[in-house]
């Protein structure tokens, strides 16, 4: 059975740093990229990064481009998802997704399974 | 950007009912297009991909239509476990999702 399960989450003061893990099981973690997502309380679903197979190609959201930055540990089936300089703005429960990808060219992924989420706190 | 259009916000409805969502994209997204279900608390869940594929395991009650900018997903017969939000995603560059819609009981 296919799983993912996010862990890290808590309060957090602004300008500080903060990790999120995502533990895979159930399937082949190396064999396929990783995205991380997120949703505000009561808000819509916004897309944070994704790394590809082997983490060759990182791409990031505008909004946390520069400050999040996302790794794997494929011996450990984990991807990371580390974040810097926090604002009040980042708040929110944090989703790491398994994604199916078709290759043409470009890299078009749709998003089979999602962890359970893990909620950061952004706050003084 | 690719900017998505999703309509209504929210609906009310009965158990029965056929209830249709509209998903309108700012360009071109061929049928690059999934739709998710989300409960309260809950991670979404993926009920079509490619604007019109049933993801295995999802009911035939759930269908997609549509291609380029405008898409649509219906349930044909609403049931309990059918209320919640619904989120239509492109994943033609990079990915964004629409606003949601919220499916209430009338």
């Known amino acids: 059975e296919v799983q993912l399960v996010e862990s890290g989450g808590t309060l957090v003061q602004p300008g500080r740093s903060l990790r999120l893990s995502c533990t895979a099981s159930?399937?082949?973690?190396?064999?396929?990229?990783m995205s991380w997502f997120r949703q505000a309380p009561g808000k819509g679903l916004e897309w944070v990064g994704f790394?590809?197979?082997?983490?060759?190609?990182?791409e990031y959201a505008a909004s946390v481009r520069g400050r999040f930055f996302i790794s794997r540990d494929d011996s450990k089936s984990i991807a990371y998802l580390q974040m810097n300089s926090l604002k009040t703005e980042d708040t929110a429960v944090y989703y790491c997704a398994r994604p199916v990808c078709e290759y043409s060219g470009y890299i078009w992924c749709y998003f089979d399974y999602w962890g359970q989420g893990t909620l950061v706190t952004v706050s003084s | 950007d690719i900017q998505m259009t999703q309509s209504p916000s929210s609906l009310s409805a009965s158990v029965g009912d056929r209830v249709t969502i509209t998903c309108r994209a700012s360009?071109?997204?061929?049928?690059?297009l999934a739709w998710y279900q989300q409960k309260p608390g809950k991670a979404p869940k993926l009920l079509i991909y490619k604007a019109s594929t049933l993801e295995s395991g999802v009911p035939s009650k759930f269908s997609g239509t549509g291609s380029g900018t405008e898409f649509t997903l219906t349930i044909s017969s609403l049931q309990p476990d059918d209320f919640a939000t619904y989120y239509c995603q492109q994943y033609h560059i990079y990915w964004t999702f629409g606003q949601g819609t919220k499916v209430e009981v009338k």
């Open positions: 159930g399937f082949t973690f190396g064999d396929y990229a």
């Open positions: 790394i590809r197979i082997n983490g060759g190609t990182i």
């Open positions: 360009q071109n997204l061929n049928s690059n």
